[in-house]
């Protein structure tokens, strides 16, 4: 097989042994004679993974008891709906846009209530987060919505604002998992799973018990977090396969040594890119220092008439995927857990080639 490196956004790498443990899986789970694919969502096979895909992920992020856990579809796009649904009722709610995912939240959002941009960064092409003290916040808002990791932009919160009583709400689709986090800080933390957990398919909803109950009346009962919550997330079929994988993907996790484990590998992974990209003037990242993502590092050749040909070279070193999102441009390494160390040297080493090349 060649040997290729992944750096898609999503949906994207993930960690080989994961991938040879389905294998070995595929046609039998652990003697039931049946693929993961083919078990009753209802059945002790299945509700046994399920369980256990959710213990290893509270174990991975130290959930409190007070917090819910819900595997539900539609992914992120569908829970910027979902949210107001669940929480506004009404009321207000504050937005930071700080990148095209949270400018996103807030179209989806508008339909269902007040929203207040309290911050953003448009005006400079969301190159970083705006400093807390000029956020214009709302004591009143049922929430704050932030996107923590834009995976579009590259920009990675390094704190969070002050939000008093107001529950924060977070994005994290792209970053979760990739280093600690005090859950207790948040009111609602929710992420895709096709950037940094598993497949497409499966969202992650980590929302606090006491933000259960408040959803306007109409909302379906498969977006009611309270009802998705006192059904075990089954008040319709699951993303079963998707499950299935994260929670492989939370095993090795564990066995890397835990999310902490996994933070100093990702530190050095993002060390290594941004350190060569800021050595020469042949590439740039636009992005603050401190807003730098370790998980989508967009960067620009100097010369951009070399784009096809970097790709391309690119391509044939087998360094897959690294053409930037088309609303940025330029070329995009995203690196998330899965991604082992040696890809972002071989990424590096084709970078300098391709330098003293041309
Ligand atoms: C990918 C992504 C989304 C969209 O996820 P879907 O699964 O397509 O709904 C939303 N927010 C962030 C931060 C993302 O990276």
Known sequence: MRQIYNFSAGPAVLPKPVLERAQAEMLDWHGSGMSVMEMSHRGKEFTSILAKT?????????????????????????????????????GEADYAVTGAWSKRSVEDASAYGKINVAASSEADKFTHVPTFDTWKLNRNAQYLHICTNETINGVEFDGLPDAGDVPIVADMSSHILSRPIDVTQYGVIYGGAQKNIGPAGLCIVIVREDLLGKASPQTPAVFNWKTQAENQSMINTPPTYSIYIAGLVFEWLLEQGGVAEIEKQNIAKAKLLYDYIDSTDFYRNNVAINNRSRMNIPFFLKDESLNDAFLKGAEANGLLQLKGHRMVGGMRASIYNAMPIEGVQALVSYMKAFESAH
């Open 54 to 90: 959710e213990a290893d992920l509270r174990t991975l992020l130290n959930i409190p008891q007070n917090y819910k856990v819900l595997f539900l579809q539609g992914g992120a796009i569908a829970e910027n709906a979902v949210i107001p649904m669940n929480l506004l009722n009404g």
